[in-house]
C-alpha cells in the first residue's frame, strides 16, 4: 500500500494490507524462530476484537476481516550483518515451512521502489510508520499506475487460476521498477517494460527475481520448486506481449474498447469508454475537438484538422 | 543557448494514454474502503 500500487480486487478476492512488525531483538535471541511468530500470535490472541478472526501463515499472522480485506503482520528482527544501500538493517522473518529465518527488507524495498517511480512531474510524501494516506490517481506517478494495470491484467487473464498459481504482485512490481525508462506515459512505460521481461524470459533458463535491497531474498523462489508456476508466468507476459501489440494495431475507438476489454475486464472498460465518449461529446459541444486525416480525435490545436460540427440530433437546423 | 526539445505526441498514443489511466482510477481503493483499512491498521499498532 505504501508504494501505490495496491489495486481494487476482481470479483471475490480481497485486497491485503501488509504490516511488518519489527522487534529490537536478536534473531540469535530466538533459537526456534518459529517462537516470534507463536509470540505475536499470542499477543493478539489475546485480544477479544481478533478472536476468529486469526489465521496463521508461513510467515506472517492474518487477521481477517470478513468480506473486506486481509491484513498480514509478519513479524521480523533487524539482521545484525545485513545492511542495504541505504545503510539500513534488513530483516530476518521465520519461516514455518522452513523453520528457519529468512531474509527480507520491506522498507528498503519501498524506498527503492519509490526511487525507481519518481518521474519529473510527481513527487511523493513520505511516510514510514502510519498507514500512508491513499493517494489520490492524479498524484501517482506512471510506474505505480503501470503496475496497477499489470495486476489487473494478470487477474483477469489468469482468472481461472487460484491467485496462489497466478505470479506475485512483488515480482512484477520489482521486473516493472527495474525496467522501468522513465516515461510519463503509461503505454509507452507500460510497453517497453513488459517488451523487457519478455526479453528476458524467452529463453529456456529460468529468470530469478531478487530483492534490490536485499540479494539474500528471492521473491521468485516459489518458480525454483515449482515449473508450472514459472510456464504460467512466462505464458503471461506473451499474452500481455501480443495484447500489446494488437492494441498497437486497433483503428477506432470500438475496437480499442473491443482490446482493452479483453485485457483488463468488460465491467471497467465499458465505464471508461463510457466517460471518454462523454468527454469528447462535452468537448464537441464547445468546439474544441477535430479529426485529423486519420480519423482520430484531437484537440483543435492540431493544424490540418477539421473541426467536428456539434450534432444537435435536431435534423437540418 | 540549449533549447529543450520539444516532443511530439501522436493523438493514439494520447488516448490510449487517456483510457489507460481511466481505467486505472477505476482500479483504486475507494476512500471509504482505504480509511476503513486505516482504522483498523491504527488499532492494531495502537493497541
Redesign the interface.
Given at each position: 500500500m505504501r508504494i501505490g500500487t495496491t489495486v481494487k480486487p476482481k470479483g471475490e478476492d480481497e485486497y491485503d494490507v501488509d504490516l511488518v512488525c519489527e522487534l529490537k531483538a536478536d534473531p540469535s535471541d530466538f533459537p526456534n524462530p518459529i517462537d516470534l511468530l507463536d509470540m505475536v500470535e499470542e499477543r493478539l490472541r489475546a485480544n477479544q476484537t481478533y478472536d476468529g478472526k486469526i489465521e496463521r501463515k508461513n510467515r506472517c499472522i492474518r487477521i481477517n476481516y470478513a468480506n473486506e480485506f486481509h491484513m498480514d503482520i509478519l513479524p521480523a528482527c533487524p539482521s545484525p550483518s545485513n545492511f542495504d544501500f541505504h545503510g539500513e538493517h534488513c530483516l530476518k522473518v521465520p519461516d514455518c515451512t522452513l523453520e528457519d529465518w529468512k531474509d527480507s527488507n520491506p522498507k528498503g524495498y519501498a524506498k527503492w521502489f519509490e526511487g525507481k517511480a519518481r518521474d519529473a512531474t510527481v513527487e511523493f510524501r513520505k511516510s514510514i510508520e502510519a498507514l500512508p494516506e491513499q493517494q489520490a490517481y492524479e498524484d501517482l506517478a506512471t510506474l505505480p499506475r503501470v503496475v496497477q494495470l499489470m495486476k489487473r491484467n494478470r487477474d483477469v487473464i489468469l482468472e481461472d487460476l487460484d491467485a496462489k498459481d497466478r505470479p506475485i504482485s512483488i515480482v512484477l512490481t520489482t521486473l516493472a521498477a527495474h525496467y522501468y525508462n522513465g516515461s510519463p506515459s503509461v503505454i509507452d512505460a507500460l510497453e517497453y517494460i513488459v517488451f523487457n521481461i519478455r526479453l528476458h524470459t524467452v529463453g529456456t533458463q529460468r529468470i530469478k527475481v531478487l530483492n534490490p535491497t536485499n540479494k539474500e531474498e528471492d521473491f521468485s523462489e516459489r518458480w525454483a520448486n515449482d515449473a508450472k508456476l514459472y510456464d504460467t508466468f512466462v505464458g503471461w507476459v506473451d499474452n500481455l506481449a501480443s495484447s500489446l501489440e494488437a492494441l498497437r494495431k486497433t483503428q477506432g475507438l470500438p475496437e480499442i474498447a473491443a482490446q482493452l476489454k479483453v485485457m483488463f475486464g468488460e465491467n471497467v472498460t465499458n465505464f471508461v469508454v463510457e466517460d471518454h465518449l462523454k468527454r469528447l461529446t462535452d468537448l464537441r459541444k464547445t468546439g474544441s475537438v477535430a479529426t485529423t486525416a486519420s480519423g482520430i480525435i484531437v484537440l483543435t490545436e492540431t493544424p490540418k484538422s477539421n473541426p467536428i460540427p456539434y450534432n444537435t440530433f435536431h435534423g437540418n437546423e | 543557448m540549449t533549447m529543450k526539445p520539444v516532443l511530439s505526441?501522436s493523438?493514439?498514443?494520447?488516448?490510449?494514454?487517456?483510457?489507460?489511466?481511466?481505467?486505472?482510477?477505476?482500479?483504486?481503493?475507494?476512500?471509504t474502503?482505504?480509511d476503513?483499512?486505516?482504522r483498523?491498521?491504527?488499532?492494531?499498532?495502537n493497541?
Open positions: - | 505526441r493523438p493514439f498514443l494520447s488516448e490510449l494514454d487517456d483510457l489507460l489511466n481511466g481505467i486505472g482510477v477505476k482500479l483504486q481503493i475507494s476512500p474502503e482505504h476503513e483499512a486505516k483498523r491498521y491504527d488499532t492494531i499498532t493497541g
